[in-house]
């Protein structure tokens, strides 16, 4: 099945994206390198940490991002290193990640709203930033009901 440009271009796959970003990075504790990182591997399904090393060239600089990553549940094993029969170790994004990312795409095609209780990090309206996006979500479902 093939897809034309034209299709994608009418979901308006991408209208929100910042946006939605946003909400993750707030709501998750992430950096929007971290999120696009995690996205990127999300994609590889199976890698090691060259391909992560690799994967990091095009986002800014951060020492630590490997063990946070790892620390806070994102990154898992999927294979341990083996003296014998495996050089290194191979690991995968966890579910944690994998439903994110998932919660993401929902998001974006219109499938799922993003959360706006007063329980939601990001719907607080405690600063002025914190009430534009407020604002913008706002547009975003009632965008999605036209």
Do not use: H
Request: aromatic share 16%; net charge positive.
């Amino acid at each position: 099945m093939r897809i034309e440009a034209s299709d994608l271009r009418e979901m308006n796959l991408l209208k929100y994206y910042r946006l939605v970003r946003r909400w993750v990075c707030k709501t998750y504790d992430l950096k929007d390198a971290d999120l696009e990182l995690l996205i990127y591997l999300d994609c590889k399904e199976f890698f090691t940490r060259n391909d992560f090393i690799n994967g990091v060239y095009t986002y800014s600089w951060d020492k630590n991002r490997w063990e946070r990553l790892r620390r806070e549940g994102w990154i898992e094993v999927f294979k341990e290193r083996n003296r014998t029969t495996s050089k290194y170790a191979v690991y995968k994004v966890s579910f944690k990640c994998k439903s994110l990312i998932t919660r993401i795409y929902k998001i974006l095609l219109g499938q799922e709203d993003m959360p706006t209780s007063q329980r939601s990090v990001f719907y607080k309206n405690k600063s002025y930033t914190d009430k534009v996006f407020n604002k913008a979500i706002d547009d975003m479902i009632n965008d999605k009901e036209r």
